[in-house]
């Protein structure tokens, strides 16, 4: 059994700042990429960004230069800074793990999602 579990969301006014964590756990034995995703209300879930094993990071183009993607893998941890947040980024964020089991399977996991309200 693996889980995520997310941390860090909330209220926070436009311009401020939010650090969302996610750490899993369980039946691991590696951790290949990680992920950030959102969904706003009546949109489809978005990626945000993404960040490998050797944590090569992307952004989706609107968050570059304001999001940063980082992991620590000792932790099985991945985690997303938030800066200069805009009232369109205000959505449910969600983590994903590619995980490797170890009963040598591997699973695309998600957390349970973690609310983001940016305020004008």
């Known amino acids: 059994q693996v889980q995520l579990v997310e941390s860090g969301g909330g209220l926070v006014q436009a311009g401020g700042s939010l650090r969302l964590s996610c750490a899993a756990s369980g039946s691991i034995f590696s951790i290949k990429a990680m992920g950030w995703y959102r969904q706003a209300p009546g949109k489809q879930r978005e990626l945000v960004a993404t960040i490998t094993s050797g944590s090569n990071a992307n952004y989706t183009d609107s968050v570059k230069g304001r999001f940063t993607i980082s992991r620590d893998n000792a932790k099985n941890t991945v985690y997303l800074q938030m800066n200069s947040l805009k009232p369109e980024d205000t959505a449910v964020y969600y983590c994903?793990?590619?995980?490797?089991?170890?009963?040598?399977?591997?699973?695309?996991?998600w957390g349970q999602g973690t609310q983001v309200t940016v305020s004008l």
């Open positions: 994903n793990a590619d995980i490797r089991t170890t009963n040598w399977g591997r699973y695309d996991y």
